[in-house]
């Protein structure tokens, strides 16, 4: 079992940053993934970034190509997104989560996770 705890989230002005930390603990495997995925008010949850157990692999959605980096730092059992030149469409409650047997393959569904934290909100505000 993996338990994921998000942090980091809260208000921000336009074109300004902020990361976001999530902190894994149980047993995590060398095939596994990590991904961001965020949900708004009245809209369905949605992929934002992925990163495979070794880090050298991402994937982003394109609304955040650019802006957005995922990393992981596996000595601390902890992956981040850092976000950049934020907008206020970003605002969301994001979610980290860990998918088990992916080998490499980044997944972008939610059906394609096993384990989520509870979210953390981020605001940002014009």
């Known amino acids: 079992q993996v338990q994921l705890v998000e942090s980091g989230g809260g208000l921000v002005q336009a074109g300004g940053s902020l990361r976001l930390s999530c902190a894994a603990s149980g047993r995590t495997f060398v095939d596994s993934a990590m991904g961001w995925f965020r949900q708004a008010p009245g809209k369905e949850r949605e992929f934002v970034a992925a990163?495979?157990?070794?880090?050298?692999?991402?994937d982003y959605a394109d609304s955040v190509k650019g802006r957005f980096t995922i990393s992981r730092d596996n000595a601390k059992n902890t992956v981040y997104l850092q976000m950049n030149s934020l907008k206020p469409e970003d605002t969301a409650v994001y979610y980290c989560?860990?998918?088990?047997?992916?080998?490499?393959?980044?997944?972008?569904?939610?059906?394609?996770?096993?384990?989520w934290g509870q979210g953390t909100q981020v605001t940002v505000s014009s």
């Open positions: 989560a860990y998918a088990i047997r992916r080998n490499g393959v980044l997944p972008s569904g939610r059906s394609e996770y096993n384990y």
């Open positions: 990163i495979t157990w070794s880090g050298r692999t991402t």
